[in-house]
């Protein structure tokens, strides 16, 4: 090849915008790739295309009232956004929710885990190129939801856990029904496997691709199962149980190489174990647990004894944080004596989670932005709040 | 085309032969409301019951909506979840990206008036302060069934439309209204 063909084929950088509107970013994230060929060379996260001020918001609104704004934050799961939320409120407050109360919260936020991360599962795939999942996941989550629908009322938000408890007792037949899900779901689990898990295709496209080592996701500050997938099995669930977590018997998955499949496989684990502690906790509302005497849990006591309807904590702060299906997420509440919150912070673990890209993407195939995106689940909601 | 020419009142058909008159009006509009493409365009809460919406259950392809992840090909917009106002220009821009005819569906509290974020900062007040809406949805989040109902509302309006005055498309977009009658 002559000096002069060289030159002319000679490729510069280019920028492209991923976002705000596309596809496969699951919101309104928009990614300021610039490319050299089909090689991403920097990788901007450019967050903030649904801020809508909830933190400002929640200044403006009573305890009470507060509580839908968290259903808002990540909308796929809800229950876990309300619980973290009234736990902080809870402690700053000093109220104490009744057990009942609490065994319904762990299985609520266990059961909104599952439909979580089936619709992982579902865009996920949908984001790998094969649609039949997305189906297949959608069926099994429209079950919670009609669950959710008998016991609260709504489908996707829901506001079902309230500043010292509840805000109903399971229906009549709900936990037959709950109990009837979980042994259709479990082995649909193996299902989710033949059609994705392990098929060559999507392996090729997972396996090695946007690899997170153990000590880069700590730094980061990840959290949750794209923290586990690299190895450390934190889970504030074993490391701080709140709730019931801590008389409940489950394991905390977790992978080895911390690429995508291995990120996804978490998930996949995690819904199998979500679905064990569901069936304990139904055990235990049934009555056939093991219940320390005197810890019956008497149905219809779901509620903490006399929890005014305009709530004034005391002066002074909080802080609450769970394990959400997306990871470490928690409240910290400032309380200077009114009905409203003098500051209410959101430690959202999507946030934290989009903030690593800008490493992993650099290097990384157009093709596989796509991928690493998806594998992360993030919920814009949660990430610009 | 059997059940549609039998089941249709404004399809006449000559006798004895395979001729079949209709009005161009009617012929368009039926083939436009019988196929609406969306953007795949989710914003906030209310793009996972869209989500849903065209999944499993609910199944919205048997109504011909098929989502379509490029505006050059979408007919209808929903805008589901809440418009922040860093995120209204890249919407006027989508919305502009459109091929005429377009419709908008507004869905669910956030895009017809701000909804739970009423008093916000950041937040604009109802997507129809920006582009034109054709049918709000209400509701937090409404439900696929809700979307489906907003759909039949829009393909009932579709039918509306007449050639002569430009499909009922352009005239009175900037005020935010279509010509119908």
């Known amino acids: 090849m002559t000096q002069e063909s060289s030159t002319a084929l000679k490729t510069g950088q280019m920028f492209i915008n991923f976002g705000p509107q596309h596809p496969s970013t699951h919101g309104v994230l928009r990614i300021a790739l610039t490319v050299e060929g089909e090689v991403v060379v920097k990788a901007d996260p450019d967050v903030g295309y649904l801020h809508r001020g909830i933190e400002k918001l929640f200044e403006a609104r009573n305890y009470s009232q507060g509580l839908i704004l968290t259903d808002r934050l990540d909308y796929v799961s809800a229950m876990p956004n309300n619980l973290a939320y009234c736990l902080a409120v809870e402690r700053l407050a000093a109220v104490q929710p009744p057990l009942r109360a609490q065994y319904l919260r762990v299985m609520v936020s266990e059961l909104t885990r599952i439909a979580s991360h089936l619709v992982f599962f579902g865009t996920f795939s949908v984001d790998m190129g094969a649609f039949t999942p997305f189906l297949y996941a959608f069926r099994e989550r429209e079950m919670i939801l009609d669950l959710f629908e008998m016991l609260c009322g709504g489908r996707l938000l829901y506001s079902y856990i309230r500043v010292g408890g509840v805000s109903a007792d399971c229906p009549a037949g709900w936990e037959e029904k709950c109990g009837e899900f979980i042994t259709f779901f479990k082995p649909r689990l193996k299902d989710y496997d033949t059609l994705l898990s392990f098929n060559p295709i999507f392996k090729d496209r997972t396996a090695n691709v946007g690899r997170i080592s153990a000590a880069q996701a700590l730094s980061w500050g990840l959290s949750g199962p794209n923290l586990r997938a690299s190895g450390p099995d934190y889970d504030v669930r074993k490391a701080e149980p709140y709730c019931v977590y801590d008389k409940l018997d489950f394991t905390v998955p977790t992978g080895k190489t911390g690429s995508c499949w291995d990120r996804y496989y978490c998930r996949m684990l995690e819904m199998g174990q979500s679905a064990e502690i569901v069936l304990q906790c139904l055990d235990a509302l049934a009555g056939t647990a093991c219940l320390p005497a005197g810890r019956e849990l008497p149905p219809g006591e779901i509620m903490a004894k006399g929890v005014p309807k305009i709530l004034k904590p005391p002066a002074g702060q909080a802080y609450a944080h769970i394990e959400a299906s997306r990871g470490d997420l928690g409240f910290y509440a400032v309380s200077d004596g009114s009905p409203t919150p003098y500051r209410m912070h959101v430690r959202g673990p999507s946030f934290l989670n989009v903030a690593i890209l800008q490493e992993i993407l650099a290097g990384c195939k157009i093709a596989d932005v796509v991928a690493v995106l998806g594998s992360f689940d993030i919920v814009l909601g949660e990430v610009d709040r | ?181």
């Open chain 2, 1 to 181: 085309m059997g059940i549609i020419l039998d089941n249709l009142p404004k399809i006449e058909r000559l006798p004895g032969g395979g001729i079949a008159l209709t009005t161009a009006d009617f012929l368009i509009n039926w083939s436009r409301n019988s196929s609406m493409w969306p953007l795949t365009f989710g914003l906030a809460c209310c793009a996972i019951e869209m989500m849903a919406a065209y999944a499993s259950r609910f199944d919205f392809e048997r109504m011909g909506v098929f989502p379509r992840p490029t505006p050059r090909q979408a007919d209808v917009m929903f805008v589901a979840g809440t418009v922040a106002k860093k995120m209204a220009p890249p919407i006027i821009r989508i919305y502009k990206q459109m091929p005429e005819p377009k419709f908008v569906i507004a869905m669910g509290g956030c895009a017809n008036c701000g909804g739970p974020f009423y008093d916000s900062y950041s937040v604009v007040k109802g997507v129809d302060r920006i582009i034109p809406v054709d049918v709000y949805i209400p509701g937090c989040p409404p439900r696929p069934e809700a979307l489906m109902y907003a759909v039949i509302k829009l393909q009932q309006k579709i039918r509306l439309m007449k050639v002569k005055n430009g499909h009922g498309a352009t005239p009175l977009q900037s005020a935010g209204a279509r010509k119908l009658v």
